[in-house]
């Protein structure tokens, strides 16, 4: 049998093609999380809880593979992001940027389980961020979403459509947190070919 894999089971959230908004339901999740606050840049706090939270979900698949529910394909990396002032993210301001990096588990992962990949990421490892990685659970309900091409950068205008005509041309108020979900590696993906959903928590007002 092929291991889960969220692009193939959930393709309306982790594959979709639309690079309009455009809105959708979204069910409920559960998350590995850790979070933090500063430029994802340059504040070292952003690389090691992102280097802490692969080490904890690839050590919940491989426990996974061993028969603890099932082999799955680790999922992107996902955040959540806020800020005390909504405009800091179309002007770029990642230095007020408050942020909860994610990584989606299947449904059979429980809160033991991931409590005890930490303990043995941690005995391999020795990633202080570690010890702060919690599970999340996340219901967004509707949203809009779409699919940014290039860099992360250049979501502001994206973003800035959002808020100025989309949402409140659809009669739509916030919600819940700015997510988005990075579907390259920008190590291995050159800056204008990266592709990244956006989505956010939506209601009709």
């Given at each position: 049998?092929?291991?889960?894999?969220?692009?193939?089971?959930?393709?309306?959230?982790?594959?979709?093609?639309?690079?309009?908004?455009?809105?959708?339901?979204?069910?409920?999740?559960?998350?590995?999380?850790?979070?933090g606050?500063?430029?994802?840049?340059?504040?070292?706090?952003?690389?090691?809880?992102?280097?802490?939270?692969?080490?904890?979900?690839?050590?919940?698949?491989?426990?996974?593979?061993?028969?603890?529910?099932?082999?799955?394909?680790?999922?992107?990396?996902?955040?959540?992001?806020?800020?005390?002032?909504?405009?800091?993210?179309?002007?770029?301001?990642?230095?007020?940027w408050?942020?909860?990096?994610?990584?989606?588990?299947?449904?059979?992962?429980?809160?033991?389980?991931?409590?005890?990949?930490?303990?043995?990421?941690?005995?391999?490892?020795?990633?202080?961020a570690?010890?702060?990685?919690?599970?999340?659970?996340?219901?967004?309900?509707?949203?809009?979403?779409?699919?940014?091409?290039?860099?992360?950068?250049?979501?502001?205008?994206?973003?800035?459509?959002?808020?100025?005509?989309?949402?409140?041309?659809?009669?739509?108020?916030?919600?819940?947190?700015?997510h988005?979900?990075?579907?390259?590696?920008?190590?291995?993906?050159?800056?204008?070919k990266?592709?990244?959903?956006?989505?956010?928590?939506?209601?009709?007002?």
């Amino acid at each position: 049998m092929a291991a889960y894999d969220l692009k193939r089971e959930l393709k309306s959230l982790y594959a979709p093609k639309n690079t309009d908004w455009d809105l959708l339901d979204v069910p409920p999740q559960q998350f590995l999380a850790i979070d933090g606050r500063g430029d994802p840049n340059t504040a070292a706090a952003y690389t090691e809880a992102v280097e802490a939270l692969y080490s904890v979900a690839y050590t919940i698949k491989f426990a996974c593979k061993r028969g603890e529910g099932g082999d799955f394909t680790v999922g992107p990396l996902e955040g959540l992001w806020w800020s005390d002032r909504p405009e800091d993210f179309t002007a770029r301001a990642k230095s007020s940027w408050q942020w909860r990096m994610l990584i989606c588990q299947p449904a059979w992962v429980d809160a033991e389980l991931i409590e005890a990949a930490k303990a043995t990421a941690q005995a391999k490892k020795r990633l202080p961020a570690i010890a702060r990685i919690e599970h999340h659970a996340l219901e967004e309900g509707l949203c809009a979403q779409v699919l940014h091409r290039g860099s992360y950068d250049d979501e502001g205008p994206t973003l800035a459509d959002l808020h100025r005509h989309f949402m409140p041309d659809h009669g739509l108020a916030f919600n819940g947190l700015h997510h988005e979900i990075y579907l390259s590696d920008p190590r291995r993906v050159t800056p204008e070919k990266l592709k990244t959903v956006l989505r956010q928590p939506v209601r009709k007002t």
